[in-house]
């Protein structure tokens, strides 16, 4: 294998290691089939944290992705008195004063580690033609081949519940998977993002 070959073939393993960004997936969800949102609806974001900077990081990714789509968020910090959250009784109280027809709450269910064997492959990949046609035309191409490797992945999971806020009923429920994120703000970007867009696809949540 010439230089160049050895140089794509450590490129190409560094990027398929290091160069995939965190990617959420829905691992389950379900819906009342009955239900059906409405235009401009209001949304109570409500984010069971471990912490509240952990909490304010989700209610603006989930604000910023339900307004992207039509809905008007309430972000439960800012709207549900800390006092409020003693009991269930005070809770139902403070979450009707919002005016909002629908209350999202997402809580943390695991932070896992799972084992993946990546395997390796093999390819052709031509020589340079830096010096003319002639020269490219012939060269020789090079079997080019990655050894296979174990990754272990990062997965958090996530529960996100929505309740009609009138009736108490649960709307929609939601399973997600986001794999090896680097930070918090990386999870709630992207959980948001494939959340409402499964909300908008079943009607739960409608455009303008």
């Not at 230089?3 to 990027?15: G, I, N």
């Not at 009991?87 to 943390?108: E, F, G, Y």
Request: hydrophobic letters at 40%; glycine letters at 6%; aromatic letters at 10%.
């Amino acid at each position: 294998m010439n230089r160049f070959s050895r140089t794509v073939a450590c490129l190409l393993l560094v990027v398929s290691i290091y160069g995939c960004s965190a990617g959420t997936q829905m691992a389950g969800v379900w819906r009342d089939p009955t239900y059906q949102g409405q235009p401009n609806q209001k949304v109570l974001i409500l984010a069971l944290a471990n912490n509240p900077r952990n909490g304010l990081i989700w209610e603006n990714a989930f604000s910023t992705a339900l307004q992207a789509r039509g809905a008007q968020p309430l972000a439960g910090s800012a709207t549900i008195p800390a006092s409020a959250m003693a009991d269930t009784a005070s809770i139902k109280d403070a979450v009707r004063k919002t005016s909002a027809d629908l209350v999202a709450v997402t809580r943390l269910l695991a932070v896992d580690k799972e084992q993946e064997y990546v395997p390796g492959s093999t390819y052709y990949a031509p020589a340079p033609g830096y010096y003319g046609y002639s020269n490219y035309y012939m060269s020789s191409y090079a079997v080019v081949s990655t050894p296979g490797y174990i990754q272990e992945n990062t997965i958090v999971k996530l529960e996100t519940n929505f309740y009609d806020i009138k009736t108490e009923k649960l709307v929609w429920s939601g399973l997600t998977h986001t794999v090896n994120p680097q930070s918090a703000q990386e999870v709630a970007t992207s959980v948001a993002g494939t959340i409402v867009d499964d909300l908008v696809q079943k009607k739960i949540i409608r455009k303008k």
